[in-house]
C-alpha cells in the first residue's frame, strides 16, 4: 500500500465554528495527503479558516447542495493529481467524505478507509458509535431505510450517514449523484445494484445535533424531499421512463 492513498472531501456550509479542527484532524489521517473543502455558498468565514488549517479550498458562488459539493470536490482531487501534487506515486486515491461539523472527532475516521484499502469493499458507511440525539423523529432515516431495503434488500443501520469511504470505480459508478440530501440514498442503491460491496464500519466519531427550532425543521423537510425523489427515481418504472427521456 502507498504511503499516500486517500483524499478527503469535507461539504462544508456555514461551519465557521467547527471547520479549523475539522481539517486539522482530518490532515492527520494515515494516508491522506490531500484535503478538499468545498464551500457550498458560505456566507460566513468557512473558506478562510478552511484554507488556514491547511485545506485546498474550492468555493461555490451560491448554495448547490451536498451532492454537488462532492461532485465538485472529486473533480478537484481528480486536478490535484493530474498536476501531481501531493504523493505523485500514489496515483488514483480513494475517497474519503466526512462531513464538516465532525471536529475533532473526524481523527478517527481512519477506520473507514480499511475496507476500502484491502479490497473487500467498494465503500463503506460510517456508523456511529455514540448516537447524537437530535430534535427530530426519525422520519427522513426511517424513509431512506425503508426505501434501500425495497430496493436492494439490504437494511442500513444508518442509511444517512455521510462518512463513507468509495474507490474512485465506485464514485464513478453513483454518477449521477442524486439531487442535494438524497445523495446518500441514492448512492447505497445504485451501488448494491450494480453489484458492488458496500459495509458499514463502527467509529467513535460525533457531529452536531440538529435542533428542534424552525429552521431545523425545515431543513428535515428540505432531506425528506430529498430523499423520497431519490427513491422515486429508483423505482423500476419511473428509472425506464427517465432513461427513455433522456436517450
Known sequence: MPSADLAVIIPARNEADRITATVRAASKLAGADIIVVVDDGSGDDTAALAASAGAQVVRHARNRGKAAALETGAEAVRLIEARGAGDAAAGPRHLLFLDADLADSAAEAGALAGPVRAGTADMTIAVFTDRVRNGGFGIVTTTAGAGIRRATGWQPAQPLNGQR???????????????????????????????????????????????????????????????????????????????????
Open 165 to 247: 469511504c468509495l474507490t474512485r470505480a465506485a464514485f464513478a459508478a453513483a454518477l449521477p449523484l442524486a439531487a442535494g440530501w438524497g445523495v446518500e440514498t441514492g448512492m447505497t442503491i445504485d451501488l448494491l445494484r450494480k453489484g458492488m460491496r458496500v459495509t458499514e464500519v463502527r467509529v467513535p466519531l460525533s457531529h452536531r445535533a440538529t435542533g428542534q427550532d424552525w429552521r431545523s425543521q425545515l431543513h428535515r423537510v428540505h432531506q425528506l424531499a430529498d430523499v423520497s425523489r431519490a427513491l422515486l427515481a429508483r423505482e423500476p418504472l419511473v428509472a425506464r421512463l427517465m432513461r427513455r427521456l433522456r436517450s
